[in-house]
């Protein structure tokens, strides 16, 4: 499986991005992806994930009624909508796939597949 985020870039406080995540090769062996974030010093971080066969999805708190994980099953994309922007949003994102159970779709060990990183910078 190939992941490939796209999206990133850099906007003003208050501001909106879409994050992409095209996934090609042998998808119908994953169960779920997730959008992780790290920024510079920090830990990698869940921010939400979604269910393929069911669509539930996860968000965490810190991005709860401002992010918004949606996929699209033609295209084997899964976005991530990204509203009111705060500058502690400022990181590089990644997408990533996982064949195991969704139970463990909240931790990075739970994931196979990962994308490149796609920087989103968030100015004050």
């Known amino acids: 499986v190939q992941l490939q985020a796209s999206g990133g870039g850099l906007e003003q406080a208050g501001g909106s991005l879409r994050l992409s995540c095209a996934a090609s090769g042998r998808t119908f062996s994953t169960h779920f992806m997730g959008w992780f974030r790290q920024a510079p010093g920090k830990e990698r971080e869940i921010v939400a994930t979604?269910?393929?066969?069911?669509?539930?999805?996860w968000y965490a708190d810190s991005v709860k009624g401002r992010f918004t994980i949606s996929r699209d099953d033609a295209k084997n994309t899964v976005y991530l909508q990204m509203n009111s922007l705060k500058p502690e949003d400022t990181a590089v994102y990644y997408c990533a796939a996982g064949g195991s159970s969704y139970v463990y779709s909240r931790s990075p060990q739970g994931y196979d597949y990962w994308g490149q990183g796609t920087e989103v910078t968030v100015s004050s």
């Open positions: 979604i269910r393929w066969s069911l669509g539930m999805t």
